[in-house]
Structures are given as structure tokens and as C-alpha cells.
């Protein structure tokens, strides 16, 4: 399983993006970049994924480097329900992933 | 709503009991993925079924444990004997065919005493 490593924890202010950095150097070709997120009582939610090019969704956009080996996760603008601990997983198959233990995100009103 | 159901939401047992879980995927969906998870860490895979075929376990998965989907359909996880070291939320998954997103329940807190 290919390892990620991501910040233990950040700090963001309402309404301003948030950048989520994760470090992948280690991908192997064939694995997707998967972006969840894990709200306080809940299971995690999917956020975003990619394979080589960015991506954006309703949710967030996901840059990926072009060498790989890191990535970031953007929420374009922070509230306060986007308050979580996120998640870099790779995965070549989306059958099972290895979450680590994420990047907790505080957001400040 | 008819995303994936856990059941029960919380169980306390005495270390030594069996304890069984149900989980119900999204309809159609034909993967099935259990999680589970301890304070402060991540979900951790435990293991994953195609249709009713058991095609992963890890080997977190020990003999106390197992899993079944009968039919493709509904999945449960057993504990047998307990142990306090069982205490964790567990968690179920589906996704559907062709597709990578992942969608989880809501999990099942077990805690062992």
C-alpha cells in the first residue's frame, strides 16, 4: 500500500480557500489520487479523485503535480461545515483503501 | 434515504460475548467494503466482498473474525469472543459497479467491557 503523508492538522479562516497539501512520493502509475473527508460522529464522505490531470467537482478541486508525487486538495471557500479530518488515499482499484490518519481542519468564523 | 445502513448504531458487550453486525449497501451496489476505526486514527480496511464473493481480508481480520454476504445483498460482520481491544467504530461501505467512490454508513460503536 502506497504510503501519503499529509499535515496532522490546519487552520483555516471562513470564506477563504483552503489548501490541503498531501506528499505521495512513492505512487506507483496505475494509482488514483482519493481526496475523503470525515466529519465528527459521521463516516467518511468522498470528496474528489484523479489519476494525472486536475479536477474539479461541486465540492473541491484537486491539482496534482505533474511528476505525481504530491498533490492538493482546494476548497474554494471554507465553512464551517467543512470542518474535518481529510483524507489522501491512493488506490488503483478503489477496492480498498488505507487512510492514515488525515489532516484535521479547523475553520475560524 | 437510501444510503448505506448500519444496524445497530451502538453495541456494549461483555469481553467473551459474540456480537454480530448488518449492514445494507446502496441498491445495486455490488461491492462492499468493512472498515474499522479507533480514536484519533483512520478507518482501517478489513475486508471487501464483489457480489457475494469474499474476494479480500486483511489480515487485521483474525480467526474471532467474519464476514458474509449472502446473495450480493445485505452483509454482516461477527466477533466472536470478544476482546477489549475490539472497542472501535465499525464501519461498512458500498460502491457501485465501475465506479471508485466509496459510500460509508454512518458505522457500528462497539465497546467491549
Known amino acids: 500500500d502506497a504510503k501519503t503523508t499529509q499535515p496532522n492538522s490546519m487552520e483555516s479562516n471562513e470564506e477563504e480557500p483552503v489548501h490541503l497539501p498531501c506528499n505521495h512520493s512513492?505512487?506507483?502509475?496505475?494509482?488514483?489520487i482519493h481526496w475523503y473527508r470525515q466529519l465528527p460522529s459521521q463516516g467518511p464522505e468522498y470528496v474528489i479523485h484523479?489519476?494525472?490531470s486536475n479536477v474539479n467537482n461541486r465540492m473541491a478541486s484537486l491539482a496534482i503535480a505533474e511528476d505525481r508525487k504530491s498533490s492538493t486538495l482546494i476548497l474554494h471557500r471554507a465553512t464551517l461545515r467543512d470542518a474535518a479530518v481529510y483524507y489522501c488515499i491512493l488506490s488503483p482499484t478503489g477496492n480498498q483503501f488505507y487512510f492514515g490518519t488525515g489532516t484535521s481542519l479547523t475553520v475560524i468564523p | 434515504d437510501t444510503g448505506v445502513s448500519q444496524d445497530p448504531r451502538h453495541k456494549i458487550t461483555k469481553r467473551g460475548q459474540n456480537v454480530t453486525f448488518r449492514c445494507d449497501p446502496i441498491s445495486e451496489h455490488n461491492r462492499l467494503y468493512w472498515y474499522r476505526q479507533t480514536l484519533g486514527q483512520g478507518p482501517e480496511f478489513l475486508t471487501y466482498f464483489q457480489n457475494e464473493a469474499q474476494l479480500e481480508k486483511s489480515r487485521l481480520l483474525s480467526d474471532r473474525f467474519s464476514a458474509e454476504r449472502p446473495k450480493g445483498s445485505f452483509s454482516t460482520l461477527e466477533i466472536q469472543r470478544t476482546e477489549q481491544g475490539d472497542s472501535a467504530m465499525y464501519l461498512c461501505?458500498?460502491?457501485?459497479?465501475?465506479?471508485?467512490?466509496?459510500?460509508f454508513g454512518q458505522g457500528t460503536r462497539l465497546t467491549v467491557v
Open positions: 484523479g489519476l494525472t
Open positions: 461501505a458500498s460502491s457501485p459497479r465501475g465506479g471508485t467512490e466509496a459510500f
Open positions: 512513492t505512487i506507483s502509475g496505475t494509482d488514483y
